[in-house]
């Protein structure tokens, strides 16, 4: 009798010790998010109520070997949902679950494995048994669809890289065409000292004015000040 109370007291510690006990795919999630060290990779969202995973292709590469022994983002991805995350943005990689937040780790030991994911891992076992080529075709497709989903988020990420080049471009451009102008300015303001300042030839103390030179030479300076100008504002329009 006290053997089998004995027994059933070793049962009922353990089962506390396996439900008081995060999964280890859960532990080492959390630590990814929490190390800072990765936070251009993946971190926590602005509320700390999920994570993100910013660059999939590096994630899969470099973090995903030095704790779950391969490089699968796709199969990182099923394993969340087996443990209730949800994908809540469309156009980026983030993840929420009530119980993962940040701060709260003790919260981890209550998020469990979907029992609706057991059964359907046994359904697809027996249909592998029963009909490999259609579960063949199953893989294939859920493979397709995860590509499809990255080489999508791939060319929105080169989309966004040419737009900022361009960007970059045209705001190099300005800066030059506004350096161009104030240059244009600083010429106009020596022009007009420059004519302030003329001097003309003196005989006995009294200035000669020679009819028509300077003027000419102030003219021929307006003129190719005021095409500068013209020039300046029509690119500047473009």
């Known amino acids: 009798m006290e053997s089998m109370m004995g027994s059933d007291n070793n049962k009922g510690l353990l089962e506390y010790v396996r439900k008081s006990t995060p999964p280890p795919f859960l532990l080492k999630t959390y630590m ?40 699968n983002f796709s199969s990182f991805v099923r394993q969340l949902n087996t443990y209730g995350f949800r994908k809540v943005a469309t156009s980026r990689w983030e993840f929420c679950n009530e119980m993962f937040r940040k701060g709260e780790g003790e919260l981890l030991s209550q998020i469990r494995r979907r029992k609706s994911w057991a059964n359907r891992q046994q359904n697809s076992a027996i249909a592998q048994a029963s009909s490999p080529l259609e579960c063949e075709e199953d893989q294939r497709s859920s493979s397709t669809c995860s590509s499809s989903g990255f080489n999508n988020l791939m060319d929105e990420n080169k989309r966004l890289r040419k737009e900022n080049g361009a960007l970059n471009w045209e705001l190099t451009s300005m800066k030059k065409k506004f350096k161009e102008l104030l240059d244009l300015v600083a010429n106009y303001a020596q022009f007009e000292k420059e004519k302030d300042d003329d001097e003309s030839p003196m005989l006995f103390g009294v200035k000669l004015e020679i009819e028509g030179d300077s003027e000419r030479k102030r003219k021929r300076k307006r003129d190719e000040i005021s095409e500068s100008a013209s020039v300046l504002l029509s690119q500047a329009c473009k």
Do not use: C, M, Y
């Open 32 to 71: 990814l998010v929490e190390d800072p060290i990765t936070n251009d990779v993946i971190s926590w969202n602005a509320d700390g109520s999920g994570f993100v995973v910013w660059q999939p292709a590096e994630f899969a590469r470099d973090l995903l070997p030095k704790l779950f022994k391969h490089s």
